[in-house]
């Protein structure tokens, strides 16, 4: 991820189609011409792993299936707990295999409609849950070498709770983090930073002008005194945090696309 900063190559976001997409073909179609044009623009696709609780197919399964090209400097896949065993082995695999080597590992929010790892199936006996940290650690062990990993941190959690939980993910074997959508100037964020100073850190910044979607997916209840400007936002996190990286969510690629080529300069 240190590349990504030296060269300034955001990490934008796109979601797979849900599998019980109305419009699939349209939806896998839109999916593929989002990636292609990420990678034509030299930017780096962070594929998203059942975002929002939302069954949906796999990034491996995609780019396999419509051969999309696979540069490893361009590529970030998403990568909960909440999958069976076998289909975490065939992702991890698929990625190997496509030379996908950066993955967010996430501890994922469930549903009823979606399986999770159980301890035994990472070979952990002594805990009651699989989360991140034991992922990060399956991943390490079973393919070393093969795989930079990365973490999510959370702004909107409680501060001691929330660096215990990095500080575990870290010793785990992470090289890089990811934080929640960031709004401003954020202590927590300049807390981290201070922290650890030796690992990159990729500022999220939240693309839409919906600040409830933003709220329903933190879990915190976010009210601003003006209309939020994406791009604005934006600036204003180049400006606070040069430094660091950037990963954009929910980029419109209508009206937005075009705007970013000049927001990090």
Same mark, same amino acid.
């Given at each position: 991820?240190?590349?990504?900063?030296?060269?300034?190559? *955001?990490? #934008?976001? #796109?979601?797979?189609?849900?599998?019980? @997409?109305?419009?699939?073909?349209?939806?896998?179609?839109?999916?593929?011409?989002?990636?292609?044009? =990420?990678?034509?623009? $030299?930017?780096? !696709?962070?594929?998203?792993?059942? /975002?929002?609780?939302? &069954?949906?197919?796999?990034?491996?399964?995609?780019?396999?299936?419509?051969?999309?090209?696979?540069?490893?400097?361009?590529?970030?896949?998403?990568?909960?707990?909440?999958? +069976?065993?076998?289909?975490?082995?065939? %992702? &991890? @695999? !698929?990625? =190997?295999?496509? $030379?996908?080597?950066?993955?967010?590992?996430?501890?994922?929010?469930?549903?009823?409609?979606?399986?999770?790892?159980?301890?035994?199936?990472?070979?952990?006996?002594?805990?009651?849950?699989?989360?991140?940290?034991?992922?990060?650690?399956? #991943?390490?062990?079973?393919?070393?070498?093969?795989? +930079?990993?990365?973490?999510?941190?959370?702004?909107?959690?409680?501060?001691?709770?929330?660096?215990?939980? &990095?500080?575990?993910?870290?010793? /785990?074997?992470?090289?890089? #983090?990811?934080?929640?959508?960031? =709004?401003?100037?954020?202590?927590?964020?300049?807390?981290? !930073?201070?922290?650890?100073?030796?690992?990159?850190? %990729? %500022?999220?910044?939240?693309?839409?002008?919906?600040?409830?979607?933003?709220?329903?997916? %933190?879990?915190?209840?976010?009210?601003?005194?003006?209309?939020?400007?994406?791009?604005?936002?934006?600036?204003?996190?180049?400006?606070?945090?040069?430094?660091?990286?950037? *990963?954009?969510?929910?980029?419109?690629?209508?009206?937005?696309?075009?705007? !970013?080529?000049?927001?990090?300069?």
């Amino acid at each position: 991820m240190i590349h990504h900063i030296n060269n300034k190559i *955001y990490l #934008i976001e #796109i979601l797979p189609p849900k599998q019980d @997409s109305e419009k699939l073909e349209l939806d896998l179609e839109k999916f593929c011409n989002r990636y292609k044009k =990420l990678i034509d623009s $030299g930017y780096c !696709i962070s594929v998203t792993d059942n /975002a929002m609780r939302n &069954l949906s197919f796999q990034g491996t399964e995609i780019i396999e299936e419509f051969q999309l090209p696979v540069i490893p400097e361009q590529v970030v896949l998403h990568l909960s707990t909440f999958h +069976r065993k076998d289909d975490l082995d065939n %992702i &991890l @695999s !698929i990625s =190997l295999k496509k $030379g996908i080597k950066y993955i967010l590992v996430i501890s994922g929010d469930g549903s009823a409609r979606l399986p999770k790892l159980r301890p035994v199936d990472l070979g952990f006996a002594d805990i009651d849950s699989v989360t991140s940290v034991e992922l990060i650690s399956y #991943i390490g062990r079973e393919y070393p070498g093969s795989f +930079r990993p990365g973490v999510a941190f959370n702004p909107y959690e409680p501060e001691e709770h929330e660096f215990e939980k &990095l500080e575990r993910k870290i010793k /785990a074997g992470a090289t890089f #983090i990811i934080t929640q959508p960031v =709004l401003g100037k954020d202590n927590m964020i300049d807390k981290l !930073i201070k922290k650890y100073p030796k690992t990159p850190v %990729i %500022i999220e910044a939240w693309m839409s002008k919906k600040i409830h979607l933003l709220s329903e997916a %933190i879990g915190y209840e976010i009210s601003l005194e003006d209309e939020y400007d994406p791009i604005v936002n934006l600036k204003t996190l180049h400006d606070l945090y040069s430094e660091c990286g950037f *990963y954009l969510a929910l980029l419109g690629f209508k009206k937005q696309f075009d705007l !970013i080529k000049d927001t990090w300069t």
